[in-house]
């Protein structure tokens, strides 16, 4: 259980690019950072109106001459101090990503980065490649994967409690933009405009939390074909899609489906995981995240919920609070923000043999997002047909 201890012998000096004051994923970001000890915020770019966001830094505890108009005049201006930031995190548009990312790797920083990492797959192997060259760590915020009963869901897997993995369910499929609600809402805007979010809206924002939910599952199975059908029912959004579905082969011989969605009229979230094997089967659903259900075939299902003893060490180890004490989504954000930095620490010490068993959304499965949906989209295009998955 975490006990407050700081998991590092000091605080990496952090900084912010976005999350400003109108920024609701800004204040999870820094809530998420701060709150184990392992990060300080001491600079930052917070806003695109260079005074809003200067104003909104000193707020912070930020002083003023490190609350800079840009990310580039941020990365440059706090390479010359002796006690400049050695990490940043990205909470802009996505349209920003990969520059920022690229720029901060390039600048010698480690990278906290908001999915997707960027647009295409060659713009995801390129940081792949920067991260490897600059020996620096790019984490990924698939927050929902910070909830432990999804490393409970890891452990039964790899265990073959489940015995061969056959069937993997995955839906994100919630109610909220039934309509056009980007007409009135700047926040959700940019979110439905191919010139912010690239080729796709919900494949991208929301299926792409699922999916890598179960590839921390079952991390074995790997995608061999795909196929995508996507609609626009919001005929505004158009190109881009507000629902849809895929099928997956993957190369054991197991299936998988995707549904996502906006437009789940009267649906909260929806976000659930099933892995289904030959002997038994997991749930997940993050409106319940302190629960994993477990069906055997022939048996009572079961409930099991975080903090309990009769879990796995690693469902475990991230604890908060005792069990029957609901933990969500800012513990779940902390858990990762925690990783993010004993990753950071370990490649700062040259540790690859202790990074090479440590698990944490890193660049690959930023990439692997973005491929996927490059992948959704080249089926979609071509009338939903199948595509091998490249």
């Known amino acids: 259980m975490i006990n407050g201890i700081k998991p590092l012998e000091r605080s990496l000096r952090w900084g912010m690019v976005g999350g400003g004051g109108t920024s609701q994923i800004g204040y999870i970001h820094r809530s998420a950072a701060l709150r184990d000890g392992t990060f300080t915020l001491v600079a930052g770019a917070f806003d695109i109106d260079a005074a809003r966001g200067r104003a909104f830094g000193e707020r912070l505890g930020v002083a003023g001459d490190r609350c800079y108009s840009d990310y580039q005049t941020l990365f440059q201006e706090e390479a010359k101090r002796p006690d400049g930031i050695e990490a940043v995190s990205i909470a802009t548009p996505n349209n920003t990503h990969y520059a920022i990312c690229r720029a901060a790797l390039e600048a010698g920083l480690h990278v906290v980065c908001e999915k997707p990492l960027c647009f295409t797959s060659e ?85 792409t939390h699922p999916l890598f939910l179960a590839e921390t599952m079952v991390p074995a199975l ?45 649906a909260m979230h929806s976000q659930k995981v099933r892995i289904v094997g030959e002997k038994a089967s997991l749930e997940w659903w993050d409106e319940h995240p302190n629960q994993l259900r477990y069906e055997v075939q022939g048996q009572p299902a079961q409930i099991l919920d975080r903090g309990m003893p009769y879990l796995v060490d690693t469902a475990l180890e991230e604890d908060r609070i005792g069990a029957g004490h609901p933990e969500g989504l800012f513990e779940a954000w902390s858990n990762l923000y925690r990783r993010f930095a004993i990753a950071m620490d370990a490649s700062d010490r040259g540790d690859t043999d202790f990074l090479a068993q440590f698990w944490y959304p890193d660049v690959h499965a930023g990439a692997m997002g973005v ?20």
């Open 371 to 390: 491929r996927w949906v490059e992948n959704c989209v080249r089926s979609a295009d071509s009338g939903s047909a199948w595509v091998e998955f490249i």
């Open 123 to 207: 713009q995801a192997d390129a940081l792949v490649a920067l991260s490897r060259k600059q020996n620096k760590i790019v984490g990924v915020t698939y927050g929902y994967s910070g909830h432990q009963m999804i490393q409970q869901a890891r452990q039964m897997v790899a265990n073959g409690d489940l015995g061969e993995i056959r069937i993997v369910n995955m839906q994100f499929s919630h109610g909220f933009h039934h309509r056009a609600v980007e007409q009135d809402s700047p926040s959700t805007r940019w979110r439905v405009d191919p010139k912010f979010v690239g080729p796709s809206y919900v494949l991208g924002d929301l299926a």
């Open 222 to 266: 790997k995608i061999r074909r795909l196929m995508c059908s996507r609609q626009s029912f919001v005929q505004s959004r158009a190109p881009l899609e507000d629902n849809a579905f895929v099928l997956m082969e993957y190369d054991n011989g197991a299936v998988g489906s995707m549904w996502t969605s906006a437009v789940n009229s009267g």
